[in-house]
C-alpha cells in the first residue's frame, strides 16, 4: 500500500491503545537494532512535573544561537507530531516522518514492541542522529527512571519543579515521584535541579550523592529575579551573572525556568561546550514555546490567552498571570476550560473551582486528541449545581466561538486546562480567525 505522512501518522496512532509502558527494555532493543543513534550526539535530559518543556524550549534555542546544530524532543505535541522533533527550532519535515515511522515499522513487523511515547523516542533519536546534531535536549514524557527517553548518559541533567502528578504510575508520595524523576541522574554527570519542596528535595540529594553527580540548585547555588519592564530578569549564577535578559516566555513563573536553562548552560560549559553570552542573550529573545501563557490578539481587538494548565501548579502560575494583566487594565470576559485525566488521579473541578470565579462566563468543553478527556457528563456529575455562568458544550470550537462571541475590544478571553485543547485552539484562531501572537521581547543588558 502506499506510504506518506497521513499513514504514518494513522499507523502511530494505533499505538495510542497500548497506554503508559513504563521500562526500558524496549527501547534498549529497539536502538541495539537502530545501530544506538542516541549515542550519536550530546545529550541535556530534563525531567520534572513543570516547566520541563519550558526549559528545554530555552536551552535549545540559547545553543541553537550559540552554532551548535540542536536537536530538541518534547511532548505533547498541538497541532502536528512532527512538532516533537525539531532541530535548530525547525520541524521534522513530513517526508522525514514518515520515512523514520517506516523504518521503525519494518523491526515491529519482525517482533520489537513498542508504546506511542516509545515511538515517538525512537524516531527522534534516529532523526537526531542522521541530522548530525551536536548536542539534543531531550524531555522525559512521564517520570524519569522508567521514561523512554532515560538510554541516554546526559551531559547534564535538568530536573525542574516536581509536584503531585500522574500519582497512578509514579507514586501517592512526593518522595515516590521525586525517586522517580531522580532516575536520570547519571553517575558523575552535574544536575540542575528547581527549588524543590523538602521531601523531594532530599531524595534528588540522596540519589546525586550516591552517585557522585554534582548537584546546583536553585537559589543556593544560582538564583534570578524578575525585572521591571514585564519579561526582563536577571540571573546570577556561580560563574556568570546576566542583567535584563528579554525572555520570551510570559510570565513571572517563567524567569526560575530562565534560572534553570542557564544554570545548566554554565554546567555544560564546565564540560566543555563554549557559549558566548551573546548567545544566552539571543536564545533567550528568540525561544519560542506556544500556549504557555501565550496572548493572540484577534481581528476583532480582543485577545486570547492560551495556556496548557493541566494541575495545579500550572493553574496557579497561569492565575499569577492573568492577575498581571487584570492589573495592567484587561478584563477577564470569558474562560473555556477542558481536561484530560489520564490514570484517573486529577483533581478536574477543584483546579476548575479555583479559576472560575474569575471570569463572568465560562464555557466546559471536551479537549480533542488521544487522550482520556473529562466528559461534559463527567463534569455535570462531579460540579454537582447550577450555576447561569457556567455552560457545557462537549464542541470545543462551538465553546470558542461562544466565548469570543461574549468578549469585546480589548477583553480577554481564556482557553486553558489542555494542551491539546489550547493547541487545537491556537491552529483554529491563528489559521481560521487571523489571530497573530504577540511576541514580547527586544534588546538585553548583559552584567
Same mark, same amino acid.
Given at each position: 500500500?502506499?506510504?506518506?505522512?497521513?499513514?504514518?501518522?494513522?499507523?502511530?496512532?494505533?499505538?495510542?491503545?497500548?497506554?503508559?509502558?513504563?521500562?526500558?527494555?524496549?527501547?534498549?532493543?529497539?536502538?541495539?537494532?537502530?545501530?544506538?543513534?542516541?549515542?550519536?550526539?550530546?545529550?541535556?535530559?530534563?525531567?520534572?512535573?513543570?516547566?520541563?518543556?519550558?526549559?528545554?524550549?530555552?536551552?535549545?534555542?540559547?545553543?541553537?544561537?550559540?552554532?551548535?546544530?540542536?536537536?530538541?524532543?518534547?511532548?505533547?505535541?498541538?497541532?502536528?507530531?512532527?512538532?516533537?522533533?525539531?532541530?535548530?527550532?525547525?520541524?521534522?519535515?513530513?517526508?522525514?516522518?514518515?520515512?523514520?515511522?517506516?523504518?521503525?515499522?519494518?523491526?515491529?513487523?519482525?517482533?520489537?514492541?513498542?508504546?506511542?511515547?516509545?515511538?515517538? +523516542?525512537? &524516531? #527522534? *533519536?534516529?532523526?537526531? @542522529?542522521?541530522? $548530525?546534531?551536536?548536542? %539534543?535536549?531531550?524531555?522525559?514524557?512521564?517520570? /524519569?527512571?522508567?521514561?523512554?527517553?532515560?538510554?541516554?548518559?546526559?551531559?547534564?541533567?535538568?530536573? +525542574?519543579? &516536581? #509536584? *503531585?502528578?500522574?500519582? @497512578?504510575?509514579? $507514586?501517592?508520595?512526593? %518522595?515516590?515521584?521525586?525517586?522517580?524523576?531522580? /532516575?536520570?541522574?547519571?553517575?558523575?554527570?552535574?544536575?540542575?535541579?528547581?527549588?524543590?519542596?523538602?521531601?523531594?528535595?532530599?531524595?534528588?540529594?540522596?540519589?546525586?550523592?550516591?552517585?557522585?553527580?554534582?548537584?546546583?540548585?536553585?537559589?543556593?547555588?544560582?538564583?534570578?529575579?524578575?525585572?521591571?519592564?514585564?519579561?526582563?530578569?536577571?540571573?546570577?549564577?556561580?560563574?556568570?551573572?546576566?542583567?535584563?535578559?528579554?525572555?520570551?516566555?510570559?510570565?513571572?513563573?517563567?524567569?526560575?525556568?530562565?534560572?534553570?536553562?542557564?544554570?545548566?548552560?554554565?554546567?555544560?560549559?564546565?564540560?566543555?561546550?563554549?557559549?558566548?553570552?551573546?548567545?544566552?542573550?539571543?536564545?533567550?529573545?528568540?525561544?519560542?514555546?506556544?500556549?504557555?501563557?501565550?496572548?493572540?490578539?484577534?481581528?476583532?481587538?480582543?485577545?486570547?490567552?492560551?495556556?496548557?494548565?493541566?494541575?495545579?501548579?500550572?493553574?496557579?502560575?497561569?492565575?499569577?498571570?492573568?492577575?498581571?494583566?487584570?492589573?495592567?487594565?484587561?478584563?477577564?470576559?470569558?474562560?473555556?476550560?477542558?481536561?484530560?485525566?489520564?490514570?484517573?488521579?486529577?483533581?478536574?473541578?477543584?483546579?476548575?473551582?479555583?479559576?472560575?470565579?474569575?471570569?463572568?462566563?465560562?464555557?466546559?468543553?471536551?479537549?480533542?486528541?488521544?487522550?482520556?478527556?473529562?466528559?461534559?457528563?463527567?463534569?455535570?456529575?462531579?460540579?454537582?449545581?447550577?450555576?447561569?455562568?457556567?455552560?457545557?458544550?462537549?464542541?470545543?470550537?462551538?465553546?470558542?466561538?461562544?466565548?469570543?462571541?461574549?468578549?469585546?475590544?480589548?477583553?480577554?478571553?481564556?482557553?486553558?486546562?489542555?494542551?491539546?485543547?489550547?493547541?487545537?485552539?491556537?491552529?483554529?484562531?491563528?489559521?481560521?480567525?487571523?489571530?497573530?501572537?504577540?511576541?514580547?521581547?527586544?534588546?538585553?543588558?548583559?552584567?
Amino acid at each position: 500500500m502506499a506510504w506518506g505522512f497521513e499513514e504514518a501518522v494513522s499507523y502511530l496512532d494505533g499505538f495510542q491503545f497500548h497506554g503508559f509502558r513504563l521500562g526500558l527494555e524496549r527501547m534498549e532493543a529497539i536502538l541495539e537494532a537502530l545501530g544506538h543513534p542516541e549515542r550519536a550526539y550530546r545529550v541535556v535530559h530534563v525531567a520534572g512535573t513543570n516547566g520541563k518543556g519550558s526549559v528545554s524550549s530555552l536551552l535549545a534555542a540559547i545553543l541553537s544561537s550559540a552554532g551548535y546544530k540542536t536537536g530538541l524532543y518534547t511532548s505533547p505535541h498541538l497541532s502536528s507530531v512532527t512538532e516533537r522533533f525539531l532541530v535548530d527550532g525547525r520541524p521534522m519535515p513530513r517526508e522525514c516522518f514518515a520515512q523514520e515511522a517506516l523504518e521503525i515499522k519494518r523491526l515491529i513487523e519482525l517482533g520489537y514492541e513498542l508504546s506511542y511515547f516509545e515511538y515517538t +523516542t525512537a &524516531i #527522534a *533519536m534516529k532523526w537526531f @542522529a542522521g541530522e $548530525g546534531v551536536d548536542i %539534543a535536549v531531550l524531555e522525559t514524557g512521564l517520570g /524519569g527512571r522508567l521514561d523512554a527517553t532515560n538510554v541516554v548518559v546526559p551531559e547534564v541533567s535538568v530536573i +525542574t519543579p &516536581i #509536584a *503531585m502528578d500522574h500519582t @497512578a504510575y509514579l $507514586g501517592g508520595t512526593l %518522595a515516590e515521584i521525586a525517586g522517580e524523576k531522580a /532516575g536520570i541522574i547519571k553517575p558523575g554527570r552535574p544536575v540542575v535541579s528547581a527549588e524543590q519542596e523538602a521531601e523531594a528535595l532530599f531524595v534528588l540529594m540522596e540519589r546525586a550523592g550516591a552517585l557522585d553527580a554534582p548537584l546546583y540548585i536553585y537559589d543556593r547555588d544560582f538564583s534570578a529575579v524578575p525585572g521591571d519592564g514585564g519579561h526582563r530578569f536577571s540571573f546570577f549564577g556561580r560563574r556568570k551573572s546576566f542583567e535584563g535578559l528579554c525572555l520570551n516566555l510570559p510570565g513571572d513563573h517563567q524567569v526560575k525556568n530562565g534560572a534553570l536553562a542557564l544554570a545548566a548552560v554554565e554546567a555544560l560549559e564546565e564540560v566543555g561546550l563554549a557559549v558566548p553570552d551573546e548567545a544566552v542573550a539571543a536564545g533567550c529573545r528568540s525561544v519560542q514555546w506556544p500556549c504557555r501563557c501565550e496572548l493572540l490578539q484577534l481581528p476583532g481587538g480582543e485577545t486570547v490567552l492560551l495556556d496548557g494548565a493541566h494541575n495545579p501548579h500550572g493553574v496557579e502560575a497561569m492565575k499569577t498571570f492573568l492577575r498581571g494583566l487584570v492589573s495592567g487594565g484587561m478584563r477577564p470576559a470569558a474562560l473555556v476550560w477542558a481536561c484530560s485525566d489520564e490514570g484517573g488521579g486529577k483533581d478536574f473541578a477543584g483546579m476548575f473551582q479555583g479559576l472560575a470565579p474569575m471570569f463572568p462566563q465560562v464555557w466546559i468543553t471536551e479537549p480533542p486528541g488521544p487522550r482520556s478527556p473529562v466528559t461534559v457528563e463527567q463534569w455535570r456529575k462531579a460540579l454537582g449545581y447550577g450555576d447561569g455562568r457556567v455552560a457545557l458544550l462537549g464542541d470545543w470550537r462551538a465553546a470558542v466561538e461562544a466565548a469570543c462571541r461574549a468578549a469585546s475590544p480589548g477583553e480577554l478571553v481564556v482557553v486553558a486546562g489542555s494542551l491539546y485543547l489550547a493547541g487545537a485552539v491556537r491552529e483554529f484562531l491563528v489559521s481560521e480567525v487571523g489571530g497573530v501572537p504577540k511576541s514580547v521581547c527586544s534588546g538585553w543588558i548583559k552584567s
